[in-house]
């Protein structure tokens, strides 16, 4: 039986190569431009928006109290006239990604730690480069693209942003895969 413990190695380099690959996605490759659409009077919104001085969160609007309140007639007429929307507010200022990149790349850390416990229940040590390959690309796609169609369904994120970024998660499906099977013991 494999130790999760002997398989730190191979959890950092798949983290450090999706990271550099995520990076790489988003800073050169540049098909999720198409993720968000522009508001067409985007100053005018922002400016209306403004004076509310909304905290950092997400919103719903028209919100329901419960699912009792979602029948109430002033609730559905205000849903009937709209605009409905979901929205997440972000902090006023400069763009600080510090702080996000580091939980991206504990997230991979994460990732790579589960894709390991499993591989590890499933996998004897000397097992064929491929099989490793084949079990570990798979924890992992589950673990990075998965979820992300949930919020498709639930929060009607455009498809097509989904499945760039299930891309995305194939490709760093096949990266862990590739450390996995490359250094398993």
């Not at 902090?91 to 990604?97: C, S």
């Not at 998965?146 to 998660?169: F, G, H, P, Q, V």
């Amino acid at each position: 039986m494999v130790s999760l413990a002997s398989l730190w190695l191979p959890i950092l380099v798949a983290a450090v190569l999706v990271f550099i690959a995520s990076s790489l996605i988003h800073m050169v490759l540049g098909y999720h431009a198409a993720d968000y659409g522009k508001l067409a009077d985007e100053d005018t919104v922002m400016d209306a928006l403004r004076p509310f001085n909304i905290p950092p969160g997400d919103y719903l609007t028209p919100c329901p109290t419960s699912s009792s309140s979602m029948r109430d007639p002033e609730f559905m007429a205000k849903r009937k006239k709209g605009p409905v929307l979901m929205m997440t507010v972000w902090p006023a200022g400069d763009v600080q990604m510090g702080g996000q990149l580091a939980q991206w790349f504990v997230f991979c850390v994460v990732v790579g730690l589960f894709t390991a416990y499993v591989a590890t229940l499933a996998l004897p040590a000397g097992t064929p480069y491929m099989q490793v390959f084949r079990v570990t690309s798979a924890v992992s796609f589950i673990a990075y693209g998965m979820a992300l169609w949930e919020i498709s369904i639930w929060y009607r994120r455009k498809w097509a942003t989904t499945l760039r970024s299930n891309i995305d998660a194939l490709i760093y499906a096949l990266l862990t895969g590739g450390a996995f099977g490359w250094l398993w013991p």
